[in-house]
């Protein structure tokens, strides 16, 4: 049986439902104005909530460049299977509205080549004005520094978005506290963006076992270095669990074009693989479980052992799909990967 | 500037520097950083602080717990060297240290960044803090830090408001330059290092106050996320050195205030340092993370004042309350005030070379 919790209802110009992820801005008319404001019906989209879309060409990767109009093909292909019909572009006028500030959260800690690529996120970017036509001066390139940006590739002069780091605009002046995590939220987020989409990349990480979607909010946040006791448990669930992130995220890209599946979460030049891929998600827990799997069946390839059983396993995905914090699925079988 | 002018400015905040734009080398900080003294390197470029208890094992480009230390390809930095964060001029007894030199100046500095993350932190806005997010820091040398205590007046450089041992470095090169000058060192720690840094800084310290924030390991890990055994050996081994030592009790309402909690931590302190060691019962108001518990009642911090002087402690105090004749320090010879004060105010002083002006007796501290 279908409940509503295990679906995401997309309808064209209003707004998600998606298990404990309740977006509070779109409002969730059917008959919504279409997102390119010509006020014309357009037949809702259908999408399960733990749906988890892959589109791979481990070619458009070389290790000189990244293939950038072959990365947008690539969005394409996975906006396009995560809609279910083909049509990636009615999943974003779903999901956003012309008047929408969308931040978009990009994972620059470690520098290039292991961070979100300026290419995937361009690509985003492009297509949120072309499709849902959002003025690229409300999309929102963010990370804790503007230096970090800087040296990830994203210069100020952008034209498909602006950049901002934390630093630039600062944390919120009182913390928010959700569950065991206190922390004051960067006002990106917490004040200038009406929806989120968060670039993860996909990484080992020496202490969480993952670094991902969910674990990417530790750059949204002022005091990252106190949340990695005990293996970032429960402590990621629990960042992403405030309503900064839990109401305002609505997409997540999953950067896969390079994968470090040891030692990372800095770059690792001898286990970093280009992979080509790019993974669409609606669900961040899900997003991470089916990229913790991807990084098992890397490792497994590469004769290293799991990192499932050991203390670093990332147990935070299966807290963060516990009832108290609702934010996905995180059980594998219960995930379409498409 | 001469003493009475110095102490009028005490408690007036000199926003890191601005209001000692004079001072030498006092220029803007940002990206200061020096390599760390503790840490140990490890296998694919991590390291292992050895600076506390938590001994982070830290990746490169990964920061440990405090958010200051930083692993830059297998090199382990600080990032607050000389780094001012907070600045001002305020009597030690703020401190509070009511034992040394009484009514003197504390020059007082702080960095970023601390090694616990206590949910009731008064001064989250630095302690909590990544340096970065200090726009206002600025940057001051340990000569430079020396030099000011000098120049204001203070007796004495105290390293506060945040948490010292996580800038290490920074303190124990401004104590040595301070003693260089004639200008003492105070720390004001929640205690959390390890028995060699913290014996190493020792000799250049003149007094420690340590927070002993509960004598129970579960209040230490759920609203500290910390230890408190690790605590409890900073304590002896400070007493052990022979410096100064006071200690700091916040009273929080449902959490540590029970008559059986504040009892068991009057015996400890008695049993390993004393009866003789100052115990500072400080009153709570909600702050940071935990908003939802009201500010301690007067009548709490009246009730552990009496265990205290059940228990056997002879010099027990209580902070953060108007009006309280608990800021006195009173002889357990004759039961006279040797000190009178207000708030943090002395009214009268009836000291004599270390001991009662009425009846003789000794009274521990550093009185000169």
Redesign the interface.
């Known amino acids: 049986m279908t409940s509503r919790r295990r679906f995401l209802q997309i309808v064209a110009g209003a707004g998600a439902a998606l298990g404990g992820c309740q977006p509070s801005s779109p409002n969730r008319s059917a008959m919504a104005p279409a997102a390119n404001g010509q006020g014309a019906p357009t037949a809702p989209v259908r999408i399960p909530a733990n749906r988890v879309a892959i589109a791979q060409d481990p070619a458009i990767v070389s290790a000189e460049r990244i293939d950038a109009e072959a990365v947008d093909r690539l969005l394409g292909q996975a906006l396009g299977r995560f809609a279910g019909t083909g049509d990636g572009d009615a999943v974003l006028r779903a999901l956003f509205r012309p008047s929408d500030v969308v931040a978009i959260k990009a994972n620059c800690l470690s520098g290039p080549p292991v961070s979100s690529h300026p290419e995937l996120v361009a690509a985003v970017a492009r297509r949120l004005t072309k499709s849902v036509g959002i003025a690229p001066d409300n999309i929102l390139v963010y990370d804790r520094t503007a230096g970090e940006l800087e040296a990830a590739g994203f210069g100020a002069q952008a034209a498909d978005y602006r950049v901002i780091g934390t630093d630039q605009v600062g944390y919120d002046d009182e913390p928010t506290v959700s569950g065991q995590a206190g922390s004051c939220y960067s006002r990106v987020v917490s004040e200038m963006a009406t929806a989120i989409i968060n670039v993860p990349v996909l990484k080992d990480h020496d202490l969480a076992g993952l670094t991902g979607a969910l674990k990417n909010h530790f750059g949204s946040i002022h005091n990252p270095n106190k949340m990695h006791t005990d293996h970032c448990c429960p402590y990621v669930a629990d960042v992403n669990c405030a309503p900064h992130l839990r109401d305002k995220q609505r997409l997540i890209v999953y950067d896969a074009l390079l994968v470090c599946y040891d030692g990372g979460p800095g770059y690792k030049p001898d286990t970093t693989l280009a992979q080509g891929a790019v993974m669409v998600a609606a669900d961040p827990v899900a997003a991470d479980a089916v990229a913790f799997d991807r990084l098992e069946k890397l490792r497994n390839h590469h004769g290293l052992p799991p990192i499932a059983g050991t203390e670093r396993a990332p147990k935070y995905i299966e807290v963060a799909a516990d009832a108290e914090h609702g934010l996905g699925v995180a059980d594998l079988k219960r995930i379409e990967v498409c | 500037m001469d003493r009475r002018e110095a102490l009028r400015l005490m408690g007036c905040g000199l926003a890191a520097g601005a209001a000692l734009g004079a001072l030498p080398s006092c220029a803007n900080a940002a990206g200061y950083m020096s390599e760390a003294r503790y840490y140990d390197k490890l296998a ?3 390291v292992r602080c050895q600076l506390c208890p938590k001994q982070c ?1 830290v ?9 200051v230390r930083e692993n830059r390809g297998g090199k382990y930095y600080t990032l607050v060297y000389g780094q001012c964060a907070a600045l001002n001029l305020d009597p030690i007894e703020k401190k509070p240290l009511f034992h040394f030199l009484p009514g003197s100046g504390a020059f007082s500095i702080a960095a970023a960044g601390c090694n616990f ?1 206590c ?1 009731d932190c008064q001064n ?1 806005e630095i302690s ?3 340096p ?2 200090i726009t206002s820091a600025t940057r001051m040398l340990p000569n430079d830090v020396a030099a000011g205590a000098k120049r204001y007046g203070a007796e004495s450089i105290a390293y506060t408001y945040s948490e010292p041992v996580v800038f290490y470095e920074y303190m124990l090169d401004s104590a040595q330059a301070g003693h260089r000058v004639g200008v003492r060192s105070v720390m004001i720690s929640n205690g959390y290092i390890r028995p060699d840094p913290m014996k190493a800084l020792l000799p250049h310290l003149d007094a420690v106050k340590i927070d002993l924030k509960s004598i129970s390991e579960k209040f230490y890990k759920d609203y500290c ?1 910390g230890e408190l055994a690790p605590v409890l050996e900073t304590i002896k081994l400070v007493k052990r050195s022979g410096k100064w030592l006071e200690l700091v009790y916040l009273v929080v309402p449902t959490l540590n205030d029970s008559d059986a909690t504040v009892r068991e931590m009057c015996r400890w302190v008695r049993a390993n340092v004393g009866a003789e060691v100052p115990l500072h019962f400080s009153r709570f108001y909600p702050n ?2 935990l908003k939802k518990l009201p500010p301690t009642p007067y009548e709490t911090m009246e009730r552990c004042w009496k265990l205290a002087r059940e228990a056997g402690m002879s010099f027990v105090y209580v902070g953060n309350v108007p009006d309280t004749p608990h800021v006195n320090t009173i002889c357990p010879g004759c039961g006279k005030a040797v000190i009178k004060r207000s708030g943090y105010a002395i009214l009268e002083r009836n000291l004599r070379n270390g001991t009662c002006r009425f009846c003789a007796r000794r009274i521990p501290g550093v009185w000169e």
């Open positions: 694919g470029l991590k094992v990746g490169d480009r990964e920061r440990g717990f405090c958010g993350d949910k989250w909590q803090a990544r970065e997010q996320v940071y993370q």
